[in-house]
């Protein structure tokens, strides 16, 4: 296993709290209800979650919402992780803003993503 994504995990168990990622994956229009229908995966991983302070320089977009960093190990989510996505920590649900991947010998090794309530 590579070490840096050994480290993460670590760091990530040690400080971090459960959370519900929810994978929503985009269904296929039915013409008979005239509607698409979304599937929702769920599955629990540890994640570190940092407030995030929005100003008109930086990530003007969330301003006046609850923003937040969330750190994830890269081997906890299953296939990529997508900004249609939420991440719940107990009663908060997070929407997904951006996504950031760090490598290190040349393997994903942790997520940084930017989310957001409100």
Same mark, same amino acid.
């Given at each position: 296993?590579?070490?840096?994504?050994?480290?993460?995990?670590?760091?990530?168990?040690?400080?971090?709290?459960?959370?519900?990622?929810? +994978?929503?994956?985009?269904?296929? &229009?039915? $013409? !008979?209800?005239?509607? @698409?229908?979304?599937?929702?995966?769920?599955?629990?991983?540890?994640?570190?979650?940092?407030?995030?302070?929005?100003?008109?320089?930086?990530?003007?977009?969330?301003?006046? +919402?609850?923003?937040?960093?969330? &750190?994830? $190990? !890269?081997?906890?989510? @299953?296939?990529?992780?997508?900004?249609?996505?939420?991440?719940?920590?107990?009663?908060?649900?997070?929407?997904?803003?951006?996504?950031?991947?760090?490598?290190?010998?040349?393997?994903?090794?942790?997520?940084?993503?930017?989310?957001?309530?409100?």
């Amino acid at each position: 296993m590579n070490q840096f994504l050994t480290v993460a995990k670590q760091a990530i168990n040690l400080h971090g709290e459960s959370c519900v990622h929810t +994978k929503v994956t985009n269904g296929t &229009y039915d $013409p !008979a209800t005239g509607s @698409v229908s979304n599937s929702e995966t769920n599955t629990t991983v540890t994640a570190y979650r940092k407030h995030l302070k929005a100003t008109q320089f930086s990530y003007p977009n969330l301003i006046g +919402k609850d923003a937040v960093y969330i &750190y994830l $190990p !890269a081997d906890s989510i @299953v296939g990529l992780l997508s900004v249609s996505d939420k991440l719940s920590f107990g009663s908060s649900t997070y929407a997904i803003d951006s996504i950031q991947e760090h490598r290190a010998l040349n393997e994903l090794v942790m997520y940084r993503v930017v989310a957001y309530r409100g």
